[in-house]
């Protein structure tokens, strides 16, 4: 394996509950490394990373931002890839494809909330892609923190490896600093300010304690039973591992001789790196010197990219499994794991690159649609600026605009059940998309959402309003691969569906602002869908007049129900021997049929369909001419209508997870809401720190509202947050759809 000429590097994620202080954390992290000449503040909507109007005016974050930063540790650069994720669950697709890119992460923790539902969803999540974790306890300087209580709450519900590297120098409105546990010293952070980094200080200087007033002082008589005792756990644990440096510690520890900080340092990260530890530490989003020990930490713990297990991929000709070692010296390939739309440039790709090196002007492989691309552009990303350089290596996350075929720069497209090219056009570096050198081509893992629940109608004001709704949609969808969107041709009324009514109210309220479209929105309602109970067989004999023209074509096809989660896969039989033309003719006839399922007009999914005879005269190997492909068409739509009305279908509805934390005194009054609208309780468990934790599922049909009268009913004592669970057929004689 190569090693890396340049300073060392850390691809890492931000990832937290809502509200935990994700977005605060990483202005400061922005700002303590020269980025911002002063942190922004999600209250007063200046934050950096949270740009979009929408985003700066709810206090939420939207769309994942990158920033690249650098960070001197002890007289070393480090260079740090960071990405802000949103916390809120309708978001979800934006961190599940962020931690596509990522090779280790940040989890914030409330001190006062501990270990919240959503935090679980995400340290699965990283655990999953095997990202190594720092977790760090935010909010100490908050009336209720408890570090402890965060701790115990961490290791009791998702990891009994997380131990403190750190403990907190008073908690609430006492809170003043913390203890270093490696090296066995106090940071008193009410000491001094730091210095502004406009003035002169900034990363070329040695190391981080000088810049930011972090004069290390001995452990305060008070501190130091509690110091000792948290020192000689980490060790203990450490010591018990089966990592090299384990070895020499257990040595140490039976000696009674106490290790030195490089020695335990490099124990903690050999650690993190076998997925055994998770360091823990904490202190504050608002303080520079928290923002400024937790870099630190990063640089010594997380893996940098050729530490990181690289994702597996395959030859696309044969489907044989292909590794790529995380060199320079290794061949080209990368994935691209978002896209976003640039005025300038067009569609941008943000690219993870796993082995080798890319130049502009270079041209690679998309090896998922087998298309060679040209790299115009390359870009490091810093929030909503961009910036340009010429090459790109192995574990770099970059932005690339590029070039299709012939020149063009194509257009967003929408992916998944209902997807549009525009204009029919390939777009280069979609979502998910394999880029890799045409010489060594390898495909890896491609990224997968989850199916939308939730829906609502976009019509134009007027006819001329239509065809910029339609490109508005389509490039938002393009951005967000979890918005799926139908479109009706005779009315322009546009069928867009999501996560969640927050994640709809925030693209139609995205379609007003960023793309100036002018169209009615309709309420949020289910997004019903409809599954095949059994196999069943459909035939058409087509022969009729088209436009004056004879035509006749017989297709022959089979339906029948595929896994949950699999959508509408077509294929054919062995023995058919079919033009291509005709196959995708028949193709688009199937998709029509199914998207209108036979038991109240909800669109089939999880079918799969078999065709098993096909022709038509006018047809041959060379090709086929329109009025046979459009027969076969229609003929196929025919055949696959009988098919499904034949093997009957029943109506599914969305359920959803449902996490409602609250005080003890409103426990009923929220059993009762959730009760009145369907849902059954599953869990009821004692938080950390008072109050109970009720887990529960219900239809999401049941759920519009329910955010205000949980509200309501408690006081606002409580809150809540609803995730998809799964599909389940309607209760028998329900039709609220109707």
Not at 98 to 107: E, K, P, T, Y
Not at 550 to 557: G, K, M, P
Request: a negative charge; glycine letters at 10%; charged letters at 25%.
């Amino acid at each position: 394996m190569s090693k890396r000429a340049a300073p060392p590097l850390r691809n890492i994620g931000i990832l937290a509950h809502i509200d935990a202080g994700k977005t605060s954390l990483t202005e400061r992290l922005l700002y303590v490394t020269g980025r911002l000449r002063a942190p922004g503040a999600v209250d007063e909507g200046t934050t950096t990373t949270d740009f979009l109007a929408v985003e700066r005016e709810r206090g939420i974050t939207v769309k994942a931002a990158a920033a690249h930063i650098g960070w001197r540790r002890s007289g070393a650069e480090c260079r740090i890839n960071l990405i802000d994720t949103p916390g809120h669950v309708d978001f979800s697709s934006e961190v599940e494809r962020s931690l596509r890119a990522l090779d280790g992460a940040i989890v914030v923790l409330c001190a006062v909330a501990g270990v919240q539902s959503r935090t679980e969803t995400l340290y699965r999540a990283c655990r999953k892609r095997g990202a190594g974790r720092l977790v760090f306890v935010n909010k100490m300087d908050r009336r209720g923190a408890s570090f402890v209580r965060a701790v115990d709450d961490l290791k009791r519900i998702l990891d009994e490896g997380a131990v403190p590297v750190q403990l907190p120098w008073g908690e609430g409105e006492a809170f003043r600093g913390v203890v270093d546990l490696v090296e066995m010293l106090a940071h008193d952070f009410t000491a001094g300010a730091s210095p502004r980094l406009g003035d002169g200080a900034g990363p070329a200087e040695a190391d981080s304690r000088v810049r930011f007033g972090l004069a290390p002082e001995p452990i305060p008589p008070e501190l130091r039973p509690a110091a000792a005792a948290a020192r000689e756990r980490l060790v203990e644990f450490l010591a018990s591992g089966r990592e090299g440096a384990a070895a020499s510690l257990m040595e140490d520890y039976v000696g009674g001789v106490e290790p030195e900080p490089p020695r335990l340092r490099a124990a903690i990260r050999a650690a993190l790196l076998s997925g055994r530890m998770t360091p823990v530490l904490c202190g504050s989003a608002f303080s520079d010197a928290s923002a400024a020990l937790l870099l630190d930490a990063v640089a010594d713990y997380l893996p940098a990219p050729e530490e990181a297990p690289p994702p597996l991929g395959a030859d696309p000709a044969t489907g044989l499994a292909v590794a790529r070692e995380p060199g320079v010296d290794a061949p080209f390939s990368a994935q691209v794991f978002k896209t976003s739309r640039d005025q300038h440039f067009g569609n941008l790709a943000w690219t993870r690159i796993w082995s080798g090196s890319v130049a502009v002007s270079q041209r690679v492989l998309d090896a998922r649609a087998r298309k060679t691309v040209r790299v115009m552009k390359i870009f490091r990303m810093q929030a909503r600026e961009l910036e340009s350089v010429e090459i790109a290596e192995a574990g770099d996350i970059v932005a690339l605009a590029l070039s299709a075929p012939g020149g063009s720069k194509g257009a967003v497209q929408s992916e998944g059940p209902g997807a549009a090219r525009e204009g029919g056009e390939f777009t280069p570096g979609s979502t998910g998309a394999t880029l890799c050198d045409p010489s060594a081509p390898i495909l890896y893992e491609a990224i997968r959402f989850e199916e939308p629940v939730v829906s609502l109608a976009v019509e134009p004001r007027t006819r001329a309003d239509a065809a910029a709704l339609r490109e508005a949609v389509a490039a938002l969808a393009g951005e967000d691969p979890s918005l799926r969107f139908r479109e009706d041709p005779l009315t322009g009324r546009i069928e867009l569906s999501g996560m969640g009514e927050l994640h709809l109210e925030v693209a139609a309220e995205r379609l007003a602002r960023e793309r100036g479209v002018s169209a009615r929105v309709g309420r949020p309602r289910v997004a019903y869908r409809e599954s095949l109970t059994a196999e069943a067989s459909g035939r058409e004999d087509f022969d009729r007049d088209l436009g004056g023209e004879r035509v006749r074509a017989t297709v022959a096809l089979r339906l029948r129900p595929a896994e949950s989660g699999t959508g509408v896969s077509i294929g054919a039989a062995p023995a058919l021997k079919a033009p291509p033309a005709f196959l995708e003719a028949a193709r688009r006839g199937i998709e029509a049929a199914v998207s209108v399922g036979p038991a109240a007009g909800f669109p089939l999914d999880d079918i799969e369909a078999v065709l098993d005879e096909l022709a038509a005269p006018g047809g041959g190997a060379a090709g086929a001419d329109r009025g046979a492909e459009r027969a076969v068409e229609i003929a196929a739509s025919i055949a696959a209508g009988k098919a499904a009305r034949a093997a009957e279908a029943v109506v599914m509805e969305p359920v959803m997870r449902i996490d409602i934390e609250l005080s003890d005194d409103c426990l009923g009054e929220a059993v009762s809401a959730l009760a009145g609208r369907g849902g059954r309780i599953e869990s009821v468990e004692d938080m950390p720190g008072g109050g109970k934790h009720v887990r529960g599922a219900a239809p999401l049909r049941g759920l519009f509202g329910f955010t205000g009268e949980l509200r309501s009913a408690t006081s606002g004592r409580a809150s809540h947050t609803a995730r998809f669970l799964r599909y389940e057929a309607v209760p028998r004689g329900f039709s609220g759809w109707s």
